[in-house]
């Protein structure tokens, strides 16, 4: 017998005990759904962020204050927390920083803002960030409209704004080009619009096209107070030249934080990539965990097809009996038993991954990210199915087998 007629066997089986085929389809089902489902969202959420730092580019870094052991005991003794970089410091390093790049200096002033223009307002969730001239450039940003803020705009702190698109539509029914010379109200504070911001869509539940760049000196002079943190972020021009730049920010960093010789940093240098690979490093355990959680209930839907197909060899002995009496061996009734237990297992396999890719997605619509269909985890969602069916059939299609013929014939169904 052809595997073809193997399989077209199989689905006959299956539509003639439909009720018990569809109770261990789903059972596999449910499995394959929870290992393709979180392994998808993991995925996803790992693509968001990549694009997130992909707009910074891979030849820059930043610097924070603190470091992994500060804020904690090292041998025993409490260590102090580190002090925050205060604006002199970030002055003094953007000034002194000398390596072929840029630096800019920015300031997360608020993220709860309400941005209003006449009658319409935006929800109080609008994050404002005070920025100098180069920061659009540092990360990526590019205008759709209007200008970036000139250095006299910066040194002078003029009440201007640039705005994301999404601020645009809310607004200014999605005009950008009416949007430019438009005072809007932050904080009910006056801003003059003069750039708008190309779209970037949202990731992770966080939309790069909902928020509002004002000129450091008027985030510093509204915003700051005295333990206020101001961020630092240099782009290299070239992205092999990355460590070097890093190596010469330490050293004058230790200069600008004044630190003695033999005094331990207190403050680490980020690197976008290093930071997105220790969290692909972190989400492994997330992954080693959807795998575990998958193949339990893939053990219990084993057990239970592994049942069935037992059940099954004992309702079709005389099947088996007229078989071998028409001349099929042992190796024909085996592939017979052992087809239908993987065509049982493929379907359910197939279900279990379409509604995985579903929830999946619709995990990472809520958080912000985009579509994504795992190939790897489609392949793997079958490989696992092929092995369970394999595993659970062998035994039931090998008592098949084994039936003796005349015994069979004799049998009452």
Known sequence: ????????????????????????????????????????????????????????????????????????????????????????????????FDFPGRVTIHLSATGNAVVAFKENETNPNIPVTGIDEVYLDVFGYDLDKGRNFSSAEIQYGQARAIVGMELVKTLFKGNAEGAIGKSVSIGNVPYTIIGVLKSRGSSMNQSSDKQVFIPLPIAR??????NTNYQITVAVNDAESLDAASGDAIGL???????????????????????????????????????????????????????????????????????????????????QFLTEA??????????????????????????????????DWVIMGFTVCFLVGLVSGIYPAMKAARLDPIESLRHEG
């Open 253 to 335: 960093m230790r200069q600008v934080r004044k630190l003695r010789i033999g005094e331990d940093n207190d403050f680490s240098i980020v690197k976008s990539d290093s930071l997105l690979s220790l969290i692909r490093d972190n989400t492994a355990n997330l992954r080693f965990a959807a795998i575990a959680i998958g193949l339990m209930t893939l053990l219990g839907a084993a057990i239970g097809l592994m049942n069935i197909m037992l059940v099954s060899v004992t309702e079709r002995i005389r099947e088996v009996g007229i078989c071998k009496a028409v001349g099929a061996n042992k190796r024909a009734i085996m592939m």
């Open 221 to 226: 002079q509204r915003y700051a107070r005295d």
């Open 1 to 96: 017998m052809s595997t073809l007629e193997n399989i077209r066997l199989a689905l006959r089986n299956v539509r003639a005990n439909l009720l018990r085929s569809i109770l261990t389809l789903l059972i596999i089902a449910f499995g394959i759904m929870a290992l393709v489902g979180i392994l998808t969202a993991i995925d996803s959420a790992i693509f968001a962020l990549n694009d997130n730092f992909s707009t910074v580019g891979a030849n820059s870094f930043s610097i924070k204050p603190g470091t992994d052991d500060l804020g904690g005991r090292r041998r025993g003794m409490a260590v102090r927390s580190a002090d925050p970089i205060t604006f002199r410091e970030a002055r003094d390093f953007k000034k002194r």
């Open 342 to 375: 993987l065509v049982i297992c493929q379907l359910g396999g197939i279900v279990g991954i379409l509604l995985g890719i579903l929830i999946g997605n619709v995990v990472t619509w809520i958080m912000g990210g985009s579509f994504l269909i795992p190939w």
